[in-house]
């Protein structure tokens, strides 16, 4: 049933691609992948989920997206939106409208998304699902926190070398 699932729907954006409607099968492949195995996150607390063993089902695991919540905004979900390097950033993973775009523009508004824990949580799996296979860089924590406070290729950035300094004091490493 999967298997059908995965060609039908590759034959979709097949089509679609074939009407100049979009393009690059492999990454929207690999997006629809991540877009149905997230899972919700609970957005009541105003901390995230304690226990390390669990793993998101996207690429990025809960350990990691803690330590970059905790080192944006002391994963405070009612921190607002705020002026970072010209730009507005917004939310518990301080997101700016360019990364939202590129995570697929869920919600349907920038500040929306941004805002809710849960929505800004997917829009980080996606952005990394897209980016991380054009970084040349491997899959881990580093990486992901390195492309996330540096764009598509900051995981090889040496700006991002600070950041990922700050993630390793919230108590993450390469593997978390």
């Not at 809960?62 to 994963?75: L, N, T």
């Not at 409208?97 to 829009?123: E, F, L, R, V």
Request: charge should be negative; glycine fraction near 8%; proline fraction near 3%.
């Amino acid at each position: 049933m999967m298997t059908e699932l995965k060609m039908s729907v590759a034959l979709f954006f097949a089509l679609l691609c074939g009407l100049n409607v979009c393009c690059g099968l492999k990454e929207i492949l690999e997006s629809y992948k991540v877009e149905f195995e997230q899972r919700e996150v609970d957005v009541e607390s105003d901390e995230p989920a304690s226990d390390d063993s669990i793993d998101s089902n996207g690429l990025v695991s809960d350990k990691c997206m803690r330590c970059i919540c905790m080192v944006e905004s002391h994963c405070n979900n009612n921190i607002g939106c705020r002026m970072d390097v010209g730009s507005l950033s917004c939310g518990p993973f301080q997101i700016k409208k360019a990364y939202w775009i590129d995570c697929g523009q869920p919600k349907g508004d920038y500040k929306t998304c941004a805002n809710d824990y849960s929505c800004a949580y997917n829009c980080i799996q996606t952005y990394m699902a897209r980016y991380i296979g054009h970084s040349g860089c491997p899959k881990n924590c580093e990486s992901y926190a390195r492309i996330h406070n540096g764009g598509p290729r900051g995981c090889t950035n040496p700006n991002t070398i600070g950041y990922w300094n700050k993630i390793k004091q919230q108590g993450c490493t390469i593997y978390s």
